[in-house]
């Protein structure tokens, strides 16, 4: 019951990002329209673990279902990093972009010369440098005395992302240890935990988008070094 209650919450959570974009505010940041098809990409791909683990799904429907999971699973880290551009300016964006291609560019080669068996290291991968940039997103904000409301948003989505992304790295090294011992032990424990780690970061998530829509703007006055610009995320 307590499993039920907490996986569809969260992945009922994770389709409240992608609905705030009806706000009028939120429309023209890039930001938040990459962040909210991330979002909702990530409710599709649980919906339908969910659905499959359930037993519900027809087993004609399981290809179909692998390969929305699959599509996801190499779409994750570059929609984040992308996310992480636009919120950014000038060389902090650059070297995101450059990380994204690249990223794109060993996930194309690594899936060519490897097909699925791929999907451990680009996942792996991909947690390590959504850790990194989260962790950098926050330092950064904490080193400003004054921020912009965009950047206010910010903080609770590097917090969200690092606490969820932190979670399914403690998960994805006792699975691959699982994994190598044999055992399927922990499984449970495992899918729990994960549940519970997705349901508080989509929250979080949504607070910070909240925050946002909800407060209408406030004039600043212009200085060339004022950061964050709308139009340039």
Same mark, same amino acid.
């Given at each position: $019951?307590? *499993? %039920?209650?907490?996986?569809?919450? #969260?992945?009922?959570?994770?389709?409240?990002?992608?609905?705030?974009?009806?706000?009028?505010? $939120?429309?023209?940041?890039?930001?938040?329209?990459?962040?909210?098809?991330?979002?909702?990409?990530?409710?599709?791909?649980?919906?339908?673990?969910?659905?499959?683990?359930?037993?519900?799904?027809?087993?004609?429907?399981?290809?179909?279902?692998?390969?929305?999971?699959?599509? *996801? /699973?190499?779409?994750? /880290?570059?929609?984040?990093? $992308? %996310?992480?551009?636009?919120?950014?300016?000038?060389?902090?964006?650059? @070297?995101?972009?450059?990380?994204?291609?690249?990223?794109?560019?060993?996930?194309?080669?690594?899936?060519?010369?490897?097909?699925?068996?791929?999907?451990?290291?680009?996942?792996?991968?991909?947690?390590?440098?959504?850790?990194? +940039?989260?962790? %950098?997103?926050?330092?950064?904000?904490?080193?400003?005395?004054?921020?912009?409301?965009?950047?206010?948003?910010?903080?609770?989505?590097?917090?969200?992302?690092?606490?969820?992304?932190?979670?399914?790295?403690?998960?994805?090294?006792?699975?691959?240890?699982?994994?190598? #011992? @044999? /055992?399927?032990?922990?499984?449970?424990?495992?899918?729990?935990? *994960? *549940?519970?780690?997705?349901?508080?970061? #989509?929250?979080?998530?949504?607070?910070?988008?909240?925050?946002?829509?909800?407060?209408?703007?406030?004039?600043?006055?212009?200085?060339?070094?004022?950061? +964050?610009?709308?139009?340039?995320?």
């Amino acid at each position: $019951m307590f *499993y %039920a209650i907490v996986s569809n919450g #969260a992945i009922v959570f994770c389709f409240i990002p992608f609905l705030f974009l009806g706000w009028k505010n $939120m429309r023209p940041i890039r930001t938040w329209w990459v962040l909210g098809i991330y979002w909702l990409l990530n409710g599709i791909d649980n919906l339908l673990e969910l659905r499959f683990a359930s037993g519900s799904a027809a087993s004609h429907l399981f290809v179909q279902d692998q390969e929305v999971s699959i599509a *996801y /699973t190499v779409l994750e /880290t570059p929609l984040l990093l $992308m %996310a992480f551009a636009l919120a950014k300016q000038g060389r902090s964006r650059k @070297g995101l972009l450059l990380v994204l291609a690249l990223f794109i560019v060993a996930e194309s080669i690594l899936l060519r010369f490897r097909g699925h068996d791929a999907l451990g290291l680009i996942i792996g991968s991909g947690l390590g440098l959504i850790i990194l +940039y989260s962790v %950098a997103g926050l330092w950064d904000y904490m080193k400003k005395m004054e921020h912009s409301r965009f950047e206010n948003s910010m903080v609770f989505i590097y917090a969200s992302l690092l606490f969820s992304q932190g979670s399914m790295l403690i998960i994805y090294i006792f699975a691959h240890f699982h994994h190598a #011992a @044999g /055992t399927a032990a922990g499984d449970a424990d495992s899918f729990l935990l *994960y *549940y519970i780690a997705l349901l508080l970061s #989509a929250a979080i998530a949504c607070a910070g988008l909240w925050s946002y829509g909800i407060r209408k703007p406030r004039p600043r006055p212009w200085s060339a070094s004022s950061g +964050y610009s709308s139009s340039s995320s």
